[in-house]
């Protein structure tokens, strides 16, 4: 397991909650640009959580003002076809969508271009009542590059997807909601208090089941119904080998809060 750094020059890393880890993105005055050193950052921390025994949730976080304004353009504007292709640019951030441990992103403010991407890559989003979301890469003579065209389609659908992709228009919390982006909007103060509470809740549980369930609803992107129904049943039954299982259904027939030890 990675060792957790003493401090991270574009995050700030907390543990507000047994079981939770809020990493929170850091770099103020560029509006949380996503830069190579802060996804490293990022990563870095995510995984280390990710293998942590001690840690059921992580909750990523930006400022009030933007959770991630995008990816920073001043850093790739120079940059050659060469250079991009050669290097694979945005591979690594694959890896966030990678984690096995469930992910929250709760956004305030600006989520655009790979900020939008970043807070899809999470499994839960919920936002803050003065979000704003969007993929405006268009005005900049690009297309999304880490998961825009993809993940955003299969939240909203073809034509809003198009709509965002083409336009390059935001929509707020409320349209984000009503699309399927996000799960829940709350007031912005309130906001990562919120979702840390549901990180709790989430840690709460087997971590066993928690992380099989994140599996098996994510491989539904990627298989037919009966393949997938094939495989929820697999890993239903892969459960009963467990001793969360055993655990969980005592303490349901015993009428008793189940302590599950993640095995």
Known sequence: MSSLKSSYDNIIVSEPSPGVALLTLNRPKALNALCDALLDDLIHAANHFDKSKECGAIVITGSDKAFAAGADIKEMSSRKFDEVFMKNMFKQWGDVAAIETPTIAAVNGFALGGGCELAMMCDIMIAGDKAKFGQPEINLGVIPGCGGTQRLIRAVGKSKAMEMCLTGNMIGAE??????????????????????????????????????????????????????LRFERRMFHALFATEDQKEGMAAFIEKRDANFVHR
Request: glycine share 6%; net charge negative; with cysteine.
């Open 175 to 228: 349209q984000a909601e009503r699309d399927g982006l996000v799960c829940r909007v709350v007031p912005a103060e309130s906001l990562v208090d919120e979702a840390v509470k549901m990180g709790s809740k989430i840690a709460s549980k087997s971590q066993v089941a928690a992380k099989m369930a994140k599996e098996t609803v994510n491989a539904a992107y990627e298989l037919n119904l009966a393949e997938g």
